[in-house]
């Protein structure tokens, strides 16, 4: 059986004085059968790790080290005390153009530092449109997913542009029907693809979460803007325990 993880990506928000919140999902969530996953800005990764909540990076280099100004290693992530990192988020692959490619090696670059990668993927509004989508999820599964990838150190989150900050929120069919391809075609690639997680990340909210997670194939949420706060994240956390 794939874990549950409830993740919260807080991209490019957070100053120490949000340690805070870390601290509250702890003391609410820190015994709670799931796991629960916090990805704060690399500036506060070491604040935030060591208080009961697995900690991660948004983004690495693919090296160890080297002259890449204002990169970060995935070995710098660990040191700090990250135990994830999210590879191939839509944000990246758009402001930053990251490929596949990219991917893929920054995904191994999380396993050579012991991080699971958290691989995002996901279609554009106009790709749905197209009628591409499952075609999208297909390209963007072979070429940034490595072939050392498992399910110990591997989390898919199925993030649809389109979702993501938009309050829009695919319907339920339209999720079931991407999470039961990615779940295929891991079983098809990975002898253990029956046992990585899988995540729907956009527009996850509280209200939304219970109907989300009852969806087959929908192991957890990665969430945005509903992660900034305890009393937003909280919710989510419940509603995936009690899924
Ligand atoms: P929102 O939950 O703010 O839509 O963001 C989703 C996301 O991009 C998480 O990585």
New binding site residues.
Partial sequence: MPRKLA???W?MNGLEQDVSVIKTLAERHAQAGIDVLI?PPATMISACAGHGIAVGGQDCHAAVSGAHTGDISAEMLADAGATHV?TG???RRADHGETDADIAAKSQAAYRAGLKAVI?IGETLGQREAGTTLEIIDGQLAGSVPDDATAENTVI?Y?PVW?????KVPTLEQIGEVHAHIRQSLVARFGDGAGFTLLY?????GSNAAEIFAVAEVNG???????LTADDFSPIVTALEQA
């Fill in positions: 993740a919260g990506n991209k990805c999210i988020h839509s944000e995002c989150a993030e979702a993501i900050g938009t309050g990340g956009g527009s996850v909210k949420a990665l969430v945005g803007g509903a992660s």
